[in-house]
Protein backbone atom coordinates (compact mmCIF):
# COMPACT_ATOMS: atom_id res chain seq x y z
CA UNK A 1 0.00 0.00 0.00
CA UNK A 2 1.34 3.37 -0.71
CA UNK A 3 1.09 6.65 1.41
CA UNK A 4 -0.90 8.40 -1.71
CA UNK A 5 -3.78 5.66 -0.73
CA UNK A 6 -4.04 6.60 2.63
CA UNK A 7 -3.83 10.45 1.92
CA UNK A 8 -6.99 9.88 -0.52
CA UNK A 9 -8.88 8.31 2.02
CA UNK A 10 -8.46 10.80 4.55
CA UNK A 11 -8.90 13.58 1.94
CA UNK A 12 -12.33 11.93 1.23
CA UNK A 13 -13.41 10.60 4.58
CA UNK A 14 -16.62 11.55 3.74
CA UNK A 15 -17.47 9.14 1.03
CA UNK A 16 -14.79 6.39 1.77
CA UNK A 17 -14.49 4.27 4.97
CA UNK A 18 -11.50 4.40 7.69
CA UNK A 19 -10.99 0.87 7.13
CA UNK A 20 -7.50 -0.25 6.62
CA UNK A 21 -6.28 -4.35 5.79
CA UNK A 22 -2.58 -4.69 5.43
CA UNK A 23 -1.16 -7.94 5.50
CA UNK A 24 1.67 -8.08 7.85
CA UNK A 25 2.38 -11.69 7.55
CA UNK A 26 5.55 -11.12 9.87
CA UNK A 27 6.73 -8.69 12.13
CA UNK A 28 10.15 -10.42 11.39
CA UNK A 29 12.46 -8.98 8.77
CA UNK A 30 14.42 -12.41 8.14
CA UNK A 31 10.78 -14.64 7.85
CA UNK A 32 9.41 -11.91 5.64
CA UNK A 33 12.69 -12.10 3.12
CA UNK A 34 11.89 -16.15 3.46
CA UNK A 35 8.36 -15.27 2.13
CA UNK A 36 9.39 -13.15 -0.76
CA UNK A 37 7.38 -9.96 0.64
CA UNK A 38 8.64 -6.70 -0.52
CA UNK A 39 8.71 -4.83 2.71
CA UNK A 40 10.41 -4.58 5.95
CA UNK A 41 9.69 -3.70 9.22
CA UNK A 42 10.37 -0.57 8.77
CA UNK A 43 8.51 0.34 5.75
CA UNK A 44 5.57 -1.51 6.82
CA UNK A 45 5.51 0.46 9.82
CA UNK A 46 5.63 3.85 7.91
CA UNK A 47 2.36 3.50 6.36
CA UNK A 48 0.66 2.46 10.14
CA UNK A 49 2.05 5.46 11.14
CA UNK A 50 0.74 7.96 8.41
CA UNK A 51 -2.96 5.95 8.80
CA UNK A 52 -2.38 6.88 12.51
CA UNK A 53 -1.94 10.59 11.91
CA UNK A 54 -4.27 11.06 8.94
CA UNK A 55 -7.27 8.80 10.55
CA UNK A 56 -6.26 8.47 14.27
CA UNK A 57 -9.87 6.41 14.74
CA UNK A 58 -9.59 3.57 11.59
CA UNK A 59 -9.92 0.88 11.71
CA UNK A 60 -6.42 -1.42 11.11
CA UNK A 61 -6.52 -5.41 10.32
CA UNK A 62 -4.34 -7.69 9.12
CA UNK A 63 -3.11 -11.18 8.00
CA UNK A 64 -0.07 -13.62 10.10
CA UNK A 65 1.23 -16.86 9.33
CA UNK A 66 3.38 -18.16 12.21
CA UNK A 67 5.46 -21.30 12.19
CA UNK A 68 7.03 -20.60 8.62
CA UNK A 69 10.07 -22.31 7.88
CA UNK A 70 13.16 -20.57 9.70
CA UNK A 71 11.35 -18.40 11.90
CA UNK A 72 13.15 -18.89 15.24
CA UNK A 73 11.53 -17.94 18.45
CA UNK A 74 13.06 -14.18 18.30
CA UNK A 75 11.70 -13.56 14.87
CA UNK A 76 7.98 -14.98 16.15
CA UNK A 77 8.18 -12.82 19.20
CA UNK A 78 8.79 -9.63 16.74
CA UNK A 79 5.72 -10.60 15.33
CA UNK A 80 3.92 -10.48 19.04
CA UNK A 81 5.75 -6.80 19.42
CA UNK A 82 4.75 -5.80 15.85
CA UNK A 83 0.93 -6.90 17.01
CA UNK A 84 1.16 -4.80 20.21
CA UNK A 85 2.64 -1.54 18.33
CA UNK A 86 0.44 -1.08 15.81
CA UNK A 87 -2.97 -2.39 17.79
CA UNK A 88 -4.94 -4.10 14.96
CA UNK A 89 -8.70 -4.18 15.27
CA UNK A 90 -8.63 -7.77 13.69
CA UNK A 91 -6.07 -10.03 12.31
CA UNK A 92 -6.61 -13.20 10.12
CA UNK A 93 -3.98 -15.94 11.41
CA UNK A 94 -2.92 -19.40 10.70
CA UNK A 95 -0.20 -21.76 11.15
CA UNK A 96 2.04 -22.53 7.95
CA UNK A 97 1.25 -25.38 5.98
CA UNK A 98 3.54 -26.72 3.09
CA UNK A 99 1.41 -26.29 -0.45
CA UNK A 100 2.78 -28.54 -3.35
CA UNK A 101 4.82 -26.81 -5.70
CA UNK A 102 5.96 -23.96 -3.80
CA UNK A 103 9.65 -23.23 -2.65
CA UNK A 104 9.00 -23.37 1.09
CA UNK A 105 7.18 -26.78 1.30
CA UNK A 106 10.75 -28.58 0.26
CA UNK A 107 12.62 -26.78 2.62
CA UNK A 108 14.79 -29.06 4.72
CA UNK A 109 17.28 -26.78 6.59
CA UNK A 110 19.88 -27.15 3.90
CA UNK A 111 20.15 -23.07 3.58
CA UNK A 112 21.81 -23.90 7.32
CA UNK A 113 24.60 -25.87 5.72
CA UNK A 114 25.12 -23.53 3.00
CA UNK A 115 25.87 -20.40 6.19
CA UNK A 116 27.98 -22.42 7.98
CA UNK A 117 30.00 -22.57 4.41
CA UNK A 118 30.13 -19.48 3.53
CA UNK A 119 29.64 -17.15 6.23
CA UNK A 120 32.43 -14.93 7.33
CA UNK A 121 32.12 -14.17 11.03
CA UNK A 122 35.03 -11.51 10.42
CA UNK A 123 32.90 -9.65 7.91
CA UNK A 124 30.17 -7.34 10.37
CA UNK A 125 28.33 -6.76 7.27
CA UNK A 126 27.59 -9.91 6.37
CA UNK A 127 26.72 -11.16 10.16
CA UNK A 128 23.90 -8.56 9.92
CA UNK A 129 22.58 -9.98 6.76
CA UNK A 130 19.66 -12.65 6.71
CA UNK A 131 21.29 -16.26 5.99
CA UNK A 132 19.66 -17.12 2.49
CA UNK A 133 20.75 -13.66 1.62
CA UNK A 134 24.32 -15.09 2.07
CA UNK A 135 23.32 -18.83 0.83
CA UNK A 136 21.95 -17.20 -2.66
CA UNK A 137 25.02 -14.72 -3.08
CA UNK A 138 27.75 -16.79 -1.95
CA UNK A 139 27.02 -19.12 -4.13
CA UNK A 140 26.36 -16.68 -6.99
CA UNK A 141 30.07 -15.15 -6.88
CA UNK A 142 33.77 -15.96 -6.20
CA UNK A 143 34.52 -13.10 -4.67
CA UNK A 144 32.55 -14.16 -1.29
CA UNK A 145 35.75 -16.63 -1.54
CA UNK A 146 38.08 -14.03 -2.42
CA UNK A 147 39.23 -15.87 -5.46
CA UNK A 148 38.53 -14.92 -9.09
CA UNK A 149 37.07 -17.86 -11.24
CA UNK A 150 39.23 -20.40 -12.98
CA UNK A 151 40.63 -19.45 -16.35
CA UNK A 152 39.18 -22.43 -18.04
CA UNK A 153 35.72 -21.45 -16.38
CA UNK A 154 36.13 -17.93 -17.80
CA UNK A 155 36.14 -19.49 -21.24
CA UNK A 156 33.43 -22.15 -21.07
CA UNK A 157 30.60 -19.77 -22.34
CA UNK A 158 28.41 -22.90 -20.80
CA UNK A 159 29.51 -23.06 -17.33
CA UNK A 160 28.82 -20.30 -14.81
CA UNK A 161 29.09 -19.81 -10.53
CA UNK A 162 25.08 -20.00 -10.97
CA UNK A 163 24.90 -23.25 -12.87
CA UNK A 164 25.10 -26.54 -10.20
CA UNK A 165 28.36 -27.61 -11.21
CA UNK A 166 29.50 -24.16 -10.52
CA UNK A 167 27.66 -24.11 -6.91
CA UNK A 168 29.06 -27.90 -6.53
CA UNK A 169 32.74 -26.23 -6.96
CA UNK A 170 32.45 -23.21 -4.64
CA UNK A 171 31.09 -25.55 -1.90
CA UNK A 172 34.43 -27.42 -2.40
CA UNK A 173 36.60 -23.99 -2.19
CA UNK A 174 34.69 -22.77 0.79
CA UNK A 175 35.13 -26.07 2.65
CA UNK A 176 38.60 -25.97 2.03
CA UNK A 177 38.81 -22.23 2.95
CA UNK A 178 37.79 -23.30 6.28
CA UNK A 179 39.19 -27.00 6.98
CA UNK A 180 42.48 -25.94 8.82
CA UNK A 181 40.64 -23.11 10.78
CA UNK A 182 38.64 -25.84 12.82
CA UNK A 183 38.70 -28.93 14.78
CA UNK A 184 36.76 -31.16 17.00
CA UNK A 185 33.09 -30.59 16.78
CA UNK A 186 33.32 -27.53 14.67
CA UNK A 187 35.34 -30.37 12.32
CA UNK A 188 32.45 -32.69 12.57
CA UNK A 189 29.79 -30.21 11.98
CA UNK A 190 31.87 -28.57 9.01
CA UNK A 191 32.08 -32.09 7.31
CA UNK A 192 28.27 -32.84 8.04
CA UNK A 193 27.50 -28.91 6.54
CA UNK A 194 29.63 -29.84 3.07
CA UNK A 195 27.62 -33.45 2.75
CA UNK A 196 24.23 -31.58 3.60
CA UNK A 197 25.16 -29.11 1.10
CA UNK A 198 26.19 -31.54 -2.01
CA UNK A 199 23.04 -33.07 -1.33
CA UNK A 200 20.80 -30.05 -1.89
CA UNK A 201 22.22 -29.26 -4.66
CA UNK A 202 22.34 -33.17 -6.36
CA UNK A 203 18.66 -32.73 -5.59
CA UNK A 204 18.38 -29.38 -7.23
CA UNK A 205 19.76 -30.89 -9.92
CA UNK A 206 17.62 -34.12 -10.30
CA UNK A 207 14.33 -32.01 -10.34
CA UNK A 208 14.87 -28.56 -10.03
CA UNK A 209 11.49 -26.36 -8.80
CA UNK A 210 12.26 -23.86 -10.38
CA UNK A 211 14.89 -23.79 -13.85
CA UNK A 212 15.89 -20.10 -13.62
CA UNK A 213 16.32 -20.63 -9.88
CA UNK A 214 18.17 -23.83 -8.89
CA UNK A 215 18.21 -22.64 -5.30
CA UNK A 216 14.58 -22.09 -5.07
CA UNK A 217 13.74 -25.58 -2.93
CA UNK A 218 16.93 -24.82 -0.76
CA UNK A 219 15.72 -23.10 2.46
CA UNK A 220 16.17 -23.60 6.46
CA UNK A 221 14.22 -26.62 8.55
CA UNK A 222 10.67 -26.83 8.95
CA UNK A 223 8.68 -25.87 12.35
CA UNK A 224 7.57 -28.93 14.23
CA UNK A 225 3.53 -28.62 14.20
CA UNK A 226 3.83 -28.76 18.30
CA UNK A 227 5.68 -24.91 18.20
CA UNK A 228 3.46 -23.89 15.09
CA UNK A 229 0.14 -24.66 17.43
CA UNK A 230 2.21 -22.68 20.25
CA UNK A 231 2.76 -19.90 18.81
CA UNK A 232 -1.01 -19.57 16.67
CA UNK A 233 -2.13 -19.93 20.63
CA UNK A 234 0.05 -17.33 22.03
CA UNK A 235 -0.83 -14.93 18.86
CA UNK A 236 -4.12 -15.34 18.80
CA UNK A 237 -4.45 -15.05 22.80
CA UNK A 238 -2.51 -11.73 22.23
CA UNK A 239 -4.60 -10.26 19.34
CA UNK A 240 -8.31 -11.03 21.05
CA UNK A 241 -6.31 -8.45 24.09
CA UNK A 242 -5.49 -6.10 21.54
CA UNK A 243 -8.90 -6.15 19.78
CA UNK A 244 -10.86 -6.20 22.61
CA UNK A 245 -9.03 -2.75 23.73
CA UNK A 246 -8.77 -1.08 20.66
CA UNK A 247 -13.02 -1.55 20.45
CA UNK A 248 -13.18 0.36 24.30
CA UNK A 249 -13.05 2.72 22.11
CA UNK A 250 -16.50 2.46 20.31
CA UNK A 251 -18.67 2.28 23.95
CA UNK A 252 -21.05 5.93 24.35
CA UNK A 253 -20.23 6.40 20.98
CA UNK A 254 -23.46 6.56 18.50
CA UNK A 255 -23.05 4.91 15.15
CA UNK A 256 -23.96 4.84 11.92
CA UNK A 257 -25.17 0.89 10.97
CA UNK A 258 -26.39 -0.86 7.83
CA UNK A 259 -28.15 -3.03 9.09
CA UNK A 260 -27.64 -6.61 7.29
CA UNK A 261 -29.67 -9.67 8.82
CA UNK A 262 -31.68 -10.90 11.10
CA UNK A 263 -29.03 -12.26 14.14
CA UNK A 264 -29.75 -16.16 13.69
CA UNK A 265 -28.94 -16.74 17.60
CA UNK A 266 -31.09 -14.13 18.65
CA UNK A 267 -34.14 -13.59 16.07
CA UNK A 268 -35.09 -10.16 18.26
CA UNK A 269 -32.25 -8.93 17.29
CA UNK A 270 -30.63 -7.65 14.05
CA UNK A 271 -26.82 -7.29 13.06
CA UNK A 272 -24.77 -4.91 10.83
CA UNK A 273 -21.90 -3.10 10.21
CA UNK A 274 -20.20 0.62 11.06
CA UNK A 275 -18.27 2.53 8.95
CA UNK A 276 -15.38 1.07 10.67
CA UNK A 277 -16.35 -2.27 9.68
CA UNK A 278 -17.41 -3.80 12.92
CA UNK A 279 -20.20 -6.00 13.78
CA UNK A 280 -22.65 -4.67 15.58
CA UNK A 281 -26.31 -6.16 17.30
CA UNK A 282 -29.13 -4.67 18.70
CA UNK A 283 -33.02 -5.18 18.77
CA UNK A 284 -34.83 -4.85 16.08
CA UNK A 285 -36.82 -6.40 13.43
CA UNK A 286 -36.47 -7.45 9.77
CA UNK A 287 -37.99 -4.26 7.96
CA UNK A 288 -34.96 -2.95 9.11
CA UNK A 289 -32.48 -5.01 6.66
CA UNK A 290 -30.44 -2.60 3.90
CA UNK A 291 -31.66 0.59 5.84
CA UNK A 292 -28.56 2.77 7.87
CA UNK A 293 -30.02 3.12 11.38
CA UNK A 294 -28.47 4.94 14.67
CA UNK A 295 -27.55 2.75 17.09
CA UNK A 296 -25.27 3.65 20.82
CA UNK A 297 -23.04 1.02 21.87
CA UNK A 298 -23.17 -0.11 25.14
CA UNK A 299 -21.00 -2.79 24.87
CA UNK A 300 -17.76 -3.79 23.18
CA UNK A 301 -16.34 -7.18 22.99
CA UNK A 302 -13.18 -8.01 21.24
CA UNK A 303 -14.88 -8.86 17.89
CA UNK A 304 -18.37 -7.42 18.31
CA UNK A 305 -20.66 -4.64 19.25
CA UNK A 306 -23.90 -4.32 21.10
CA UNK A 307 -26.24 -1.47 21.68
CA UNK A 308 -29.59 -0.14 21.39
CA UNK A 309 -31.28 1.72 18.74
CA UNK A 310 -31.47 5.62 18.53
CA UNK A 311 -34.68 6.81 17.00
CA UNK A 312 -35.14 10.60 16.38
CA UNK A 313 -39.18 11.48 17.09
CA UNK A 314 -40.39 13.12 13.94
Known amino acids: MSERVVDVVAEHADVLAPVFHIPAQSGDDYVLSLMGRGYDRKKYLAIIDRIRAKLPDATITSDFIVGCPGESEDAFQRTLT????????????????????????????????????????KDQKEKKRAPVD???????????????????????????????????SLVN?????????????????????????????????????????????????????DVKERRLRELNDLQRKVAYDRAQR??????????????????????GRTRHNKLVFFDGGLDLVGHFVDVKITNASAFSLSGTRVVTPE
Open 173 to 225: EAFRAKLWHVSGDDLKDLVAARKTARAALDAAAKDPLFVFDPLAQIGPSQISE
Open 134 to 168: LLRGALRSRRTLGAAPPPQEQEDSGSSSSSIEGLR
Open 82 to 121: LTERVGFDNAMTAAYSPRPGTPMARWDGASDAFELLFRDD
Open 250 to 271: FLGRTEEVLVEAINPKRPAQVC
